[in-house]
Structure formats: structure tokens, C-alpha cells
């Protein structure tokens, strides 16, 4: 990252129990800007573990905004819901978002202008397999827009090709998912409907997988979007 970047965070929801921070690294530089949100669901670590690296990284261009815990009280219990449900089913599309929270994180959202949301999380089985417990994992949702299922295609492909080893069965490959097409009050559905951004919901699979292998896929997930969104990792200090 070059002198001229900036590195800053701030808190939302201060001196709540829902109080997070969101981390945003500004090159200085034209380009896109990036939101990547974790740990919606607190018992989903992937997410929240990658979504903590994706912060500290440094780009070439554009904007990168991070909220790496997006719900804390959910994270610290290791649950799916916090006091008042499911977070991400509280963004309605059309509408304001449900919860303080939700709007909190809408909030950044919106103020931001994003050109790609991505929203990371896990699963506990594998979308559309006849293996294991029922689930979504081991794909990739892209919204509506023009290009987004067409990104998705070519992530996928790229996991499959360079970061699924042979240790894996066929089923662990990656697939594109369904359409998100703005109909339900998820964040990314929210994004569809409301913004008219290319947006991603990441699923891998908890089914016989560990952290770290789940981590890691997000990871090159994270990084393979961003690049076909014109936002490159760089490796500088």
C-alpha cells in the first residue's frame, strides 16, 4: 500500500453490546469500492476469521471496507441468533432495516456507495448434494445484476482449479448458487434490490471440513472477486 493510502475504523452501535468496528483502507487512488461483511451468524467462524485478515489488507485501487463481526453479541455466544433473531433477515428489501443493528450496517453501507458487497459465511452441509446434512455450502450466490452470475461462474471455476485438493471429494466442488434476486430481507438480497450492485453471499461447508480449510476458501474467494471487480491485493508493508 502505497504512503498515500489510509488506513482508518470507527465503531458502530457504540456503547451497545452490539458495538463493532469497521475497518476501511483508502488508496487514494481511483477505483471501486469493496464492502466485505463477516460473522452475520455467530456460530459461522469462517467468516468472521477471514473477514478479520480481509481488513489488513492493502490494494491498488479503490476502497475496501471491512465489517469483520457484524454481530458481536452472536459471535461471543457462538449462535446463529442475537436478542432479537436472525441479523440477516432483518433488511428488507424497499424498506428500512428491522433492527438497530441492521440499520447500523445498512448505514455503511449506503454511505459508502459500494460496487461490490460480499457477505461471508458457512454452512453445515453442501448445496444441492446427496451427502451429509442438508445445506448451502460449497457455493457462490450472486445478485441479478449484469456480470455478478458471470463472476461467480469464473470464481468458482478458479477454486475449483487451484484450491480444492484431491483430498476433497467431487461434491466439495464449488458451484454457482442460485440467483439473488432481491424477494427476501437478506443483506445481499437488500443489495439487489435497493442498490443495483453486484453482491455475493459465500457458503462454504462445515460438513468435514476444518476452520482453517473454510477460512482459506473464503479467503481466495474474497481476493478472486475483488480482482474481477478491478480491486487487487497487494503485498506491500
Given amino acids: 500500500m502505497s504512503t498515500a493510502a489510509t488506513r482508518t475504523k470507527y465503531t458502530i452501535r457504540e456503547d451497545t453490546l452490539d458495538e463493532t468496528e469497521v475497518y476501511v483502507t483508502d488508496t487514494q487512488k481511483s477505483g471501486p469500492t469493496a464492502v466485505v461483511v463477516g460473522g452475520i451468524q455467530g456460530n459461522e467462524p469462517a467468516g468472521y476469521d477471514a473477514a478479520r485478515d480481509i481488513k489488513t489488507w492493502s490494494i491498488d485501487r479503490g476502497t475496501l471496507v471491512t465489517i469483520p463481526q457484524a454481530n458481536p453479541i452472536a459471535i461471543r455466544r457462538d449462535t446463529y441468533f442475537n436478542d432479537r433473531g436472525n441479523l440477516n433477515r432483518k433488511f428488507p428489501p424497499g424498506e428500512t ?53 458471470r463472476d461467480a461462474i469464473r470464481t468458482k471455476e478458479y477454486m ?78
Avoid at 441492521?102 to 461471508?120: E, F
Avoid at 439487489?192 to 459465500?202: C, R, S, V
Fill in 160 to 237: 475449483n482449479r487451484y484450491h480444492l485438493d484431491d483430498s476433497f471429494p467431487d461434491h466439495y466442488r464449488f458451484k454457482r448458487g442460485n440467483l439473488i434476486d432481491g424477494t427476501r430481507p437478506l443483506l445481499i438480497h437488500k443489495v439487489d434490490a435497493d442498490l443495483n450492485e453486484p453482491g455475493f453471499i459465500i457458503e462454504t461447508t462445515r460438513y468435514g471440513t476444518s476452520l482453517k480449510t473454510r477460512t482459506r476458501w473464503e479467503l481466495n474467494i474474497v481476493r478472486h472477486l475483488l480482482g474481477r471487480h478491478g480491486i487487487h491485493r497487494t503485498y506491500e508493508n
Fill in 97 to 149: 432495516p428491522t433492527t438497530p443493528l441492521a440499520r447500523a450496517i445498512w448505514g455503511v453501507l449506503t454511505s459508502y456507495d459500494p460496487d461490490v458487497v460480499i457477505n461471508l459465511h458457512s454452512s453445515r452441509g453442501i448445496y444441492r448434494e446427496d451427502v451429509g446434512p442438508d445445506g448451502v455450502g460449497q457455493a457462490i450466490y450472486p445478485t441479478t445484476v449484469s456480470g455478478a452470475a
